[in-house]
């Protein structure tokens, strides 16, 4: 049988998307010294244009990427001087005076496989008087005593429940990558793109040309060119689906800043509009092109979405990696998943505009009267009537994440799951309150943030 592996993968942009989808490609199929199982992975990229943001927040899915890549995280955390990260906070969200958490990683151990946050709800509903949800998060708890240290592996307690991300400086982060992939066989090509070649049989991509009167050849492309979707948009007309009627901010500032003096929780520097329009394209893989990152779509900056959109995109492209043939079904699937995986993201973060109960502007009137996506009204009555989650995207956000958003802007249970009604509520109090001192004892065993970082050699510059 004829070999009709790839040969040629071209990346167009570089940046956090082109080296995120470049590394696991050199690291999967670069391998000079077999020429009949080598596959040319090249990232073409210019210096005249600029990448969106300074600095970049993640979810803990980076965590794994690395891992895939056989990344130490010490050291990315110093090459990509990264802080760590165990949520985000949202202060006068649902209210002017509220403020909550969304930890990662949920709310301690289960009991009979049923998350602690509905026993909580279940004392609450009998009159107990009990501190915060949150204070069984082990996440919150690390974060407002401002400690770090990372779970230790294998060890099922309580303080274990939780998870990381991390904040680091986008540059950095693209530099690393491109030092990754490089090392292991692809290539880079600086330059400006002035023109697509496309075949006049099937108006698959052919080449593409550029200004120093190059060509450069491929069967696969990749669109990594961001908010310009040089491929998808301008060559293969890929249309866009705008969602702005349901995410309706349309800018955000970026604000590089270093730090002075000791590590506070606020930064200061002037910002960097930026202007968006939030949606995705309707064929993210159309021929042999397929987009990745700002070029397939864009969900606000809220909860930190961006990068982990673009490890999705690339770990579901790497799994169907297309022969020669370019069979469309194999297009029409990545798509189906990519489809449903933005409209997940996008559900989750539409629950935060829409449950606030601000009206004090325009804005928040609208978002308030807003008609919102079938699956999250389903979300919102299932919790608010049975104080149960509805896992609508097994690999997005997970229960304890909605739970967490929900109780946060307010969404108080009507009834809670029955069979919570079978365990003796006196036990249930002495597992609360053993999780909760657990919990609260380990944290205040464990070091500032500053001194983890410290101890692993990544100190912020002054």
Request: glycine share 8%; charged share 25%; net charge neutral.
């Amino acid at each position: 049988m004829k070999n009709r592996a790839l040969r040629r993968i071209v990346i167009v942009g570089g940046g956090s998307a082109g080296w995120i989808t470049a590394a696991p490609l050199a690291r999967m199929l670069c391998r000079p010294d077999e020429p009949d199982q080598h596959c040319e992975v090249t990232l073409i990229e210019s210096a005249e244009i600029g990448t969106v943001g300074v600095g970049e927040a993640t979810l803990p899915t980076i965590r794994f990427y690395n891992q895939l890549l056989g990344i130490d995280e010490a050291d990315f955390v110093r090459n990509t001087r990264a802080t760590f990260k165990l949520g985000i906070e949202f202060q006068d969200w649902g209210r002017i005076g509220n403020r909550f958490f969304h930890g990662f990683g949920g709310f301690g151990p289960a009991i009979h496989n049923r998350p602690l946050w509905a026993y909580w709800l279940r004392l609450q509903a009998a009159g107990d008087n009990l501190p915060s949800y949150e204070e069984w998060s082990t996440a919150t708890v690390m974060a407002r005593h401002m400690r770090f240290v990372p779970p230790t592996p294998g060890e099922p307690s309580a303080a274990n429940a939780f998870d990381y991300a991390f904040h680091f400086d986008a540059s950095l982060y693209g530099a690393y990558l491109r030092d990754y992939a490089l090392q292991r066989g692809a290539r880079r090509v600086e330059g400006t793109i002035t023109r697509v070649e496309t075949r006049p049989d099937d108006g698959f991509v052919a080449a593409l040309h550029m200004s120093n009167g190059s060509r450069i050849e491929g069967d696969l492309f990749i669109d990594c060119s961001g908010f310009r979707a040089l491929l998808i948009d301008g060559a293969m007309k890929s249309p866009y689906e705008d969602w702005s009627r349901w995410l309706p901010c349309d800018r955000a500032m970026s604000v590089p800043c270093e730090r002075a003096g000791a590590m506070t929780p606020y930064t200061l520097d002037e910002p960097r509009r930026q202007r968006f329009v939030t949606g995705r394209r309707r064929q993210a893989w159309m021929k042999n092109v397929v987009a990745i990152g700002l070029s397939s779509g864009f969900l606000e900056p809220l909860e930190s979405t961006s990068l982990h959109l673009i490890m999705d995109g690339v770990s579901r492209l790497t799994a169907m990696l297309p022969d020669l043939s370019f069979q469309p079904a194999l297009a029409d699937e990545f798509n189906r998943q990519m489809a449903y995986r933005y409209e997940s993201v996008r559900d989750f973060i539409i629950l935060h505009y829409k449950l606030g109960e601000r009206r004090d502007s325009e804005f928040w009137r609208y978002c308030a009267d807003m008609p919102i996506p079938d699956d999250l009204a389903h979300q919102i009555a299932l919790f608010r009537k049975t104080g149960r989650v509805a896992v609508i995207e097994p690999e997005g956000f997970t229960e304890p994440s909605w739970a967490s958003i929900l109780m946060g802007l307010g969404v108080h249970p009507e009834r809670y799951d029955p069979y919570i009604d079978l365990v003796d509520p006196q036990t249930i109090r002495r597992h609360m309150h053993h999780v909760h001192r657990s919990i609260a004892r380990t944290v205040s065993s464990m070091p500032s943030h500053q001194d983890f970082l410290d101890r692993i050699g990544q100190t912020p510059r002054a």
